[in-house]
């Protein structure tokens, strides 16, 4: 599985578990740490933790081992190390105290909607 096919993966299980605002930065040439992050967030500590479960398990199926999963069980930031994409998952209340967003303001972002057949 490529980079690109995690990705989508990840993208879409947090999709399925109704994450909000879902933004993809391209962090190639910005950060050693992945190519790619994800930020979405929750509203409820069960609807992060359902969203982290489902890309765990989603990326899975597709045959790729998970490297960590940090937070879940607080269930105010999930971070899931995929590799070379990296998602964060937020608490609707952290996200905007966290404001990754702002933090990486020189990555650009990803429109991958059409790639879901979105």
Not at 74 to 81: G, S, T
Not at 85 to 94: G, L, S, T
Not at 104 to 117: V, Y
Request: include cysteine.
């Amino acid at each position: 599985m490529n980079e690109r096919q995690i990705l989508l993966t990840a993208v879409k299980a947090a999709d399925d578990k109704k994450a909000e605002d879902i933004i993809v930065l391209n962090m190639k040439g910005i950060s050693i740490v992945a190519d790619y992050f994800i930020i979405c967030h929750g509203n409820s500590d069960k609807q992060v933790q359902a969203i982290a479960r489902e890309m765990k398990e989603k990326v899975e199926e597709e045959g790729f081992i998970v490297r960590r999963m940090e937070g879940f069980d607080e269930a105010k930031w999930v971070l899931v190390d995929l590799g070379d994409v990296v998602a964060h998952i937020f608490h609707r209340d952290e996200r905007s105290y966290y404001n990754l967003e702002r933090l990486w303001g020189d990555a650009p972002m990803e429109n991958i909607q059409s790639e879901l057949g979105q």
